[in-house]
């Protein structure tokens, strides 16, 4: 079973020159992905021009994964806690209610391209860490790279939940197959280019939901990026 969500689907709001576009939308009760897809709560896209700052992250416990596509990300928190993620990073967060977190483009000049997944926690009281990892355009081509797992395999960033994160770059014509384990979904995104799956044709800022399938396979049309969440 396939779920659409088109990019021009999503929620998309503009503030100052700042363009966001949420592809689960919590406060739309006629949305049947309002809540998110399983415990993939949140997948937000955001492009930052110099020096903004970015919406701030729920203030309720959750692990977040973050990606910076283009530019970098200055974070920092009530604790005194920051630091710069850089274009090719991924970081994996935990948030609470108790920490106020502040995120914004780290340049005076150039612009930022951020996504952010949320994932619902299993347990709460855990503490508000984070890691932080660089993935290479060469570890990502052509395959889909892990990037984050609840036992950090092959180096990826640990996370709590029973879900897998992987980033793929493909180029035009390479086909990807992506085995699921029964019982488990998976969401498809992709970053940029455009891809097919099955009877589908999938361009950037689109999503798709798998259930009861034996396998996500996709073929890229263009160069493409894409991300895809493998969950219980």
């Known amino acids: 079973m396939i779920t659409l969500r088109r990019a021009t689907r999503r929620h ?3 503030r100052r020159r700042q363009d966001t576009w949420n592809t689960f939308r919590p406060l739309d009760d006629s949305d ?3 809540l998110g897809f399983g415990a993939l709560e949140t997948l937000d896209e955001s492009c930052l021009p110099p020096d903004a700052s970015i919406a701030p992250h729920p ?27 850089n274009a090719g990073e991924f970081q994996r967060m935990i948030t609470g209610r108790s920490v106020r977190r502040s995120e914004r483009n780290a340049s005076q000049t150039d612009w930022a391209h951020v996504f952010r997944m949320s994932l619902r926690p299993r347990e709460s009281g855990l503490d508000c860490t984070h890691e932080q990892k660089l993935f ?7 395959v ?8 950090g395999r092959k180096g990826s960033l ?16 390479q086909h990807l197959i992506h085995e699921l384990s029964q019982g488990r979904i998976a969401w498809l995104h992709v970053v ?12 950037t800022g689109d999503g798709v939901g798998i259930t009861a399938e034996l396998a996500v396979s996709f073929t890229a049309r263009e160069a493409t990026e894409a991300l895809l969440v493998d969950l219980a």
């Not at 290479?136 to 052509?142: H, K, L, M, Q, T």
């Not at 940029?192 to 361009?203: F, K, P, Q």
């Open 12 to 14: 998309h709001v503009r």
């Open 32 to 34: 049947p992905l309002a």
């Open 59 to 85: 203030r309720h416990e959750a692990e977040i994964v973050t990606y910076v596509l283009k530019g970098s990300l200055a974070q920092g928190d009530s604790n005194g806690r920051s630091g710069v993620i």
């Open 136 to 142: 290479s355009v060469a570890e990502r081509r052509g």
């Open 144 to 151: 889909l790279c892990v990037v984050a797992s609840p036992d």
């Open 158 to 173: 640990h996370i709590h939940e029973d879900a897998l994160i992987y980033s793929g770059i493909l180029d035009v014509g």
């Open 192 to 203: 940029r280019g455009e891809v097919t799956l099955g009877d589908l044709v999938l361009a």
